[in-house]
């Protein structure tokens, strides 16, 4: 054994030198862009060397999405016992391919159209186009006035390239037009037409990305009974503003979770042109883990607890006073605070829900497998949730303003299902609402909700 063992040493320190490398089986990629991955594998020295730096060739072409197989081959030329030629024999994925949807209901509806193109130059680039409708289908369907869908859509067109042709950092440029109905919240609707440039990077389970967003937006429509709170944001207004955003992401699943941790931190400012000047900072936690007691199921699944913690804050700066309705935080629904409905919680005028300049919200489950669905994506789960979300006053000082933002929380606790399909969590919770502030608008019983990103 002692021998085999320094017979595999000494080959692998064997001197090769790398005669050629090819890529076969190419058709749309260009030759720029494979010399830059495989350039690293002309200074192997040795047969170790050889072997990793193929082994990281080979994982380099499959993360840059473009090839769908890629293989390996050693060869040496005739006569020559110390040239190795290395072939990559690829079959490239297909390019062009197009997703569409429909999902009705008794009074609504869904129906999203997707087109992408994968390699579109040659250097692994990606073309795609999506636009997607949310229909109201208890009235009419077009608005002669207003020249919009009864609902919401968004049309996007998207570039996206890695930089210097590294999977880990990438280059997009987003164009998108956007129509939002408000009605159920703010009693207006809004139109959104912006571009969007970002650089992100990636490092293992981390991410950064830096941006710059140039928005126009249009607050309009509003119904008859809309409060003065809302109508002195009417009109347009233009945001220009860079921003900055850190994730990391340990998670074993980050739709439903069961050991690992999340943490994704993003600043914004607005203020490079236009009419909106702000500082924007928000933070998102999420932490699981096993217990190493309690119900444990067939499949030796246990139970896991969860806490999540977020909070954020937004504030006017360069003479302006307030910020507009657009850009401040909501508050209260299934996916955040359960137990309240969507945007329950926080200021309100009548029936609209006004936003925040400030939040915080927490949330402590404990999830647990059901002994008689053999399915781990289905799991019974309690939890404990609560926040706050109140405007700023420009006129007091940090700490009477903190004083108003954690004095009186609003609080809830349930016990539902929580299932995961595709990217999607679904769940269907009962809820107990423990402590209301008078403005809060409450979801006690039965909610439901369905999104990727719960707390």
């Known amino acids: 054994m002692a021998d085999l063992s320094s017979l595999i040493i000494e080959s692998q320190r064997r001197k090769f030198t790398v005669n050629s490398v090819k890529v076969q089986g190419v058709v749309h990629t260009s030759h720029a862009l494979l010399e830059k991955v495989t350039r690293p594998l002309l200074a192997a020295e040795n047969l170790g060397d050889l072997i990793v730096g193929s082994r990281n060739v080979a994982d380099h072409l499959r993360r840059l999405d473009v090839f769908k197989n890629v293989a390996i081959v050693l060869d040496s030329p005739p006569g020559s016992a110390d040239l190795v030629n290395v072939i990559f024999r690829v079959e490239e994925a297909q390019r062009l391919f197009a997703r569409t949807g429909a999902d009705f209901g008794a009074n609504d509806g869904s129906m999203n159209l997707s087109f992408n193109i994968r390699n579109a130059f040659g250097g692994a680039e990606t073309l795609s186009a999506n636009t997607s409708y949310a229909i109201d289908s208890s009235g009419p369907i077009y608005h002669k006035d207003s020249g919009d869908m009864a609902g919401a859509s ?11 042709a590294d999977p880990d950092r990438r280059f997009e440029a987003t164009g998108y037009k956007q129509s939002r109905n408000h009605t159920l919240l703010m009693s207006h609707h809004e139109k959104i037409t912006g571009l969007s440039l970002k650089l992100r990077n990636l490092y293992g389970i981390a991410k950064q990305e830096m941006g710059y967003d140039a928005v126009w937006r249009e607050n309009h429509s509003f119904e008859p009974t809309a409060s003065q709170s809302i109508r002195q944001d009417a009109g347009h207004s233009l945001k220009s503003a860079l921003s900055h955003s850190l994730s990391f992401d340990s998670r074993d699943d980050s739709v439903l979770p069961f050991r690992g941790l999340y943490f994704r931190a993003f600043q914004e400012v607005a203020g490079l042109g236009g009419d909106v000047r702000h500082v924007k900072a928000e933070v998102d936690t999420q932490a699981t883990l096993p217990l190493p007691f309690g119900f444990v199921s067939a499949h030796d699944e246990p139970q896991s607890l969860t806490s999540s913690l977020r ?12 910020n507009r309705v657009n850009d401040r935080f909501f508050l209260g629904g299934p996916l955040s605070v359960r137990g309240f409905k969507q945007a329950g919680i926080g200021p309100r005028d009548g029936k609209e829900s006004l936003g925040g300049d400030a939040y915080w919200a927490g949330s402590l489950g404990l999830l647990s497998p059901l002994p008689f669905i053999p399915l781990k994506p289905v799991k019974a789960q309690v ?5 706050s979300l109140v405007p700023l006053r420009l006129d007091q000082s940090p700490a009477g303003n903190a004083q108003a933002l954690f004095a009186t929380p609003s609080v809830s606790a349930g016990i539902g299902l929580a299932a995961r399909f595709t990217i999607f969590r679904i769940e269907l919770n009962y809820n107990v609402p423990l402590a209301v502030c008078a403005t809060d608008n409450i979801k006690p019983g039965f909610q439901f909700g369905i999104g990727m990103n719960f707390m």
């Open 311 to 322: 909070g954020g804050v937004i504030a006017p700066f360069g003479g302006q006073k307030r």
């Open 383 to 387: 939890y404990l949730n609560g926040g």
């Open 154 to 164: 968004s049309h996007q067109f998207s570039f996206s390239t890695p930089i210097d």
